[in-house]
């Protein structure tokens, strides 16, 4: 248990419809990253928050925006979701900015039908 | 641009040594680290190397060379639980921190006894 928490774990939903997906990261820890990984695929980085703020974007669509709040716990919101967009997304936290140890959540995994 | 390769798949028989090797090409270049993902798990990480030479942890060894843009995971007396997907990815310099990861497509180590 890398102390990373995700909610929901599954998630099945529509074509055109809006999810949002929850992390904590571990107690302590001010950075939160967030990764999308597709069917035998590697992890894409989406995008990076520290304390509040958003510090590294990735491969991230338009429809997905993210934010962290003042609690450090982070959202990553899938708009118009297409059937592309089913993929295990990912949490990852890490204590400083850009630390060499990225503790990932256990996922959420997102069926679009 | 960037880019990782990383054998798509290695076979080992159980208490052998296996080495996965990862090439990259990006600017920017801060670190090489490796994680470990079982079957629809959290990928953990394994190890980090930002200096040149070899890291060792346990079974697991991983090097670097920075001047040939190549590194390598070594997983000594395999066990069966070592069968996962086995992913290189490269720490670089982003707006001034070393904050993202890009992964490679990972290995899938299969280990037989």
């Known amino acids: 248990d890398s102390g990373v928490t995700q909610t929901p774990k599954h998630l099945i939903t529509a074509t055109g419809q809006r999810v949002t997906l929850r992390c904590s990261p571990r107690?302590?820890?001010?950075?939160v990253y967030w990764y999308q990984q597709s069917l035998d695929q590697g992890l894409q980085f989406l995008i990076q928050?520290?304390?509040?703020?958003?510090?590294a974007k990735g491969n991230i669509l338009e429809r997905f925006s993210a934010q962290q709040f003042p609690d450090l716990h982070s959202e990553l919101n899938l708009s118009s979701l297409e059937l592309g967009d089913s993929a295990l997304y990912f949490c990852?936290?890490?204590?400083?900015?850009?630390?060499?140890?990225?503790?990932f959540g256990p996922g959420t995994r997102l069926l679009v039908l | 641009g960037q880019s990782l390769e990383q054998p798509s798949e290695v076979t080992a028989v159980e208490g052998a040594i296996v080495q996965i090797n990862c090439t990259y090409q990006?600017?920017?270049?801060?670190?090489l680290s490796w994680y470990q993902q079982h079957d629809g798990g959290a990928p953990t990480f394994l190890s980090y190397?930002?200096?040149?030479g070899l890291e060792e942890t346990g079974r697991f060894s991983s090097f670097l060379s920075r001047s040939d843009s190549y590194g390598y995971l070594l997983l000594q007396e395999l066990q069966m639980k070592d069968s996962a997907s086995y992913f290189c990815?490269?720490?670089?310099?982003?707006?001034?921190?070393?904050?993202?990861?890009?992964f490679g497509s990972g290995t899938q180590l299969t280990v037989l006894p």
């Open positions: 190397n930002a200096l040149d």
């Open positions: 990852a936290s890490s204590v400083v900015e850009g630390g060499e140890t990225q503790y």
């Open positions: 990815a490269v720490r670089k310099w982003s707006s001034g921190s070393a904050r993202q990861l890009t």
């Open positions: 107690s302590g820890d001010l950075s």
């Open positions: 928050y520290y304390n509040g703020e958003e510090r």
């Open positions: 990006t600017s920017g270049f801060y670190g």
